[in-house]
C-alpha cells in the first residue's frame, strides 16, 4: 500500500517560483508529471529512491528540480521562473517495482490526487 498525498500548489506570478510536496511511503522510484488544461498527462520529473538520480523533461531542466527527503518521506519539486504554460495539476507518483520506463505514466502504481498550480502573466 502507497499512500500519496501533494501539497503546495497554489497561484503565482510568472517569474515565480513554488515548491511542490509529495507524501509518499515506500523506497520507491517516484515521478511528477503533470496535467495542464485541456491538454493530456506529461512528465515532469523522476528521481531514484536514494535520490541520487534524477531525470527531467527536456523543456523543463534548468527550472525545475525533483528532490526527495527519505527519513521524511517526502518527494519535492521545486519550480523556479515560473511560466503561464506551466500551469496544470500536477501529480506525484510511485512506481512500485522499479522496472519501467519512469518517463511513462503506464510505469506508475500509485497517483496521488494532484495539486493545482497557476501561473498568472
Known amino acids: 500500500q502507497v499512500q500519496l498525498v501533494e501539497s503546495g500548489g497554489g497561484l503565482v506570478q510568472a517569474g515565480g517560483s513554488l515548491r511542490l510536496s509529495c507524501a509518499a511511503s515506500?523506497?520507491?522510484?517516484m515521478g511528477w508529471f503533470r496535467q495542464p488544461p485541456e491538454k493530456e498527462r506529461e512528465f515532469v520529473a523522476t528521481?531514484?529512491?536514494?535520490?541520487?538520480?534524477?531525470y527531467y523533461a527536456d523543456s523543463l531542466k534548468g527550472r525545475f528540480t525533483i528532490s526527495r527527503d527519505n527519513a521524511k518521506n517526502t518527494v519535492y519539486l521545486q519550480m523556479n521562473t515560473l511560466k503561464p504554460e506551466d500551469t496544470a495539476v500536477y501529480y506525484c507518483?510511485?512506481?512500485?517495482?522499479?522496472?519501467?520506463?519512469?518517463?511513462?505514466?503506464?510505469?506508475?502504481?500509485?497517483w496521488g490526487q494532484g495539486t493545482q498550480v497557476t501561473v498568472s502573466s
Open positions: 507518483a510511485a512506481d512500485a517495482l522499479g522496472l519501467g520506463d519512469p518517463i511513462l505514466p503506464t510505469s506508475y502504481d500509485y
Open positions: 515506500g523506497r520507491y522510484v
Open positions: 528521481i531514484n529512491w536514494s535520490g541520487a538520480n534524477t
